[in-house]
């Protein structure tokens, strides 16, 4: 260990369309949304993530809110970047330091991803003084994350549905044998619900109170063990034009996202449908793993098991499991080296 080393920070970063997630010292310190303000007239950013969240869809025309990734992926350079190196200033740890440490840093990207794309991420995280940058795929963090031995000759599947993509994957020996990413996860849920809001109840609602009906009564099927009570939901009458109020059901938002889903599950049956024949028949046997924020959507494990005849389990913090593989890679570098790109 140089002194080098002694100087170097460890980050391990999962970028996400909807939520960016920054692990140092074995631990979650940064858990915000993808999002940044910006003041029009100067071109600062005066607020990233949860603060800049508040804000969004209650802004005066000075004030613009940006989610900086758009699929999965860079759309707005600056903003994205000005956001990383905002969330990695407010790191307690790196607070504390006179001078700006180097920092070593696993980010993880789409599986889908094109080279340009993915030199936008790295020359971004070089911006921010990342001295040595690794690129984690995000199936991979996904596995690594959920606990599995992705570098055993046997195979598992992982459905990982974001904010942004839904990443399909097969992984066997440490690497992706057939994989597909799909541009329909989170954010097209969400925008689901406000289409159908708008068609079936004439009720104009904006985004954060679609994520919120997405998140309290959200469902993937109309037959719950369980179901969620109903939700009042205030908007703006497109009829009259005054604010008012209705109340939905599960069953109503099973509906609006029916399209979507069926489209995740084609993917899923898609790439199974791929596999080598050695690989099918252990996920035969080890089922299909969800991760991803998008995965705690009711129903959707038990719809996509009748679909595919497989068991399907949820990983425990599906949140967290993208960062929290990148993470385990950070740790154990060595051991990782061959599915790191550099």
């Known amino acids: 260990m140089g002194f080098f080393d002694f100087l170097t920070e460890e980050i391990a970063i999962d970028l996400g369309t909807a939520n960016t997630l920054i692990i140092h010292n074995d631990k979650v310190v940064?858990?915000?949304?993808?999002?940044?303000?910006?003041?029009?007239?100067?071109?600062?950013?005066?607020?990233?993530?949860?603060?800049?969240?508040?804000?969004?869809?209650?802004?005066?025309?000075?004030i613009k809110t940006i989610r900086p990734l758009k699929d999965g992926v860079i759309a707005d350079f600056d903003a994205s970047e000005k956001m990383?190196?905002?969330?990695?200033?407010?790191?307690?740890?790196?607070?504390?330091?006179?001078?700006?440490?180097a920092l070593r840093l696993v980010i993880c990207i789409p599986s889908g991803i094109t080279e340009v794309e993915m030199r936008a991420v790295k020359e971004s995280a070089e911006r921010v003084n990342g001295k040595e940058v690794y690129l984690i795929h995000e199936p991979m963090a996904a596995a690594i994350g959920i606990g599995l031995d992705i570098m055993q000759p046997k195979g598992n599947m992982i459905v990982d549905i974001g904010g942004g993509t839904t990443e399909i994957a097969i992984i066997a020996l440490g690497?992706?044998?057939?994989?597909?990413?799909?541009?329909?996860?989170?954010?097209?849920?969400?925008?689901?619900?406000?289409?159908?809001?708008?068609?079936?109840?004439?009720?104009?609602?904006?985004?954060?109170?679609?994520e919120a009906i997405k998140i309290e009564i959200g469902s993937a099927t109309e037959d719950l063990q369980s179901p969620p009570d109903e939700k009042s939901v205030q908007g703006r009458d497109l009829l009259t034009g005054k604010p008012k109020q209705v109340q939905i059901s599960y069953r109503e938002i099973a509906k609006a996202l029916d399209k979507s889903i069926l489209r995740v599950e084609d993917a899923v049956m898609e790439t199974?449908?791929?596999?080598?024949?050695?690989?099918?028949?252990?996920?035969?046997?080890?089922?299909?793993?969800?991760?991803?924020?998008?995965?705690?959507?009711?129903?959707?494990?038990?719809?996509?098991?009748?679909?595919?005849?497989?068991?399907?389990?949820?990983?425990?913090?599906?949140?967290?499991?993208?960062?929290?593989?990148?993470?385990?890679?950070?740790?154990n570098l060595e051991r990782y080296k061959s599915i790191l790109i550099k």
């Open 30 to 62: 940064v858990d915000s949304p993808s999002i940044v303000a910006r003041d029009r007239i100067s071109g600062k950013i005066i607020a990233v993530g949860k603060e800049a969240n508040m804000m969004q869809g209650k802004t005066h025309e000075n």
């Open 84 to 101: 990383l190196m905002m969330f990695i200033k407010n790191i307690p740890a790196l607070k504390k330091k006179w001078f700006p440490p």
């Open 175 to 210: 690497g992706i044998v057939c994989d597909k990413s799909v541009k329909i996860a989170g954010d097209v849920f969400t925008n689901d619900i406000i289409y159908y809001m708008r068609t079936q109840h004439n009720l104009y609602v904006g985004e954060t109170t679609a």
């Open 272 to 331: 199974l449908s791929q596999t080598p024949p050695e690989l099918a028949a252990d996920i035969y046997n080890t089922g299909i793993y969800l991760a991803g924020g998008g995965s705690m959507l009711r129903g959707l494990d038990r719809r996509l098991s009748q679909k595919t005849d497989l068991p399907v389990y949820i990983a425990e913090d599906p949140l967290r499991a993208v960062v929290r593989g990148t993470g385990i890679a950070l740790k």
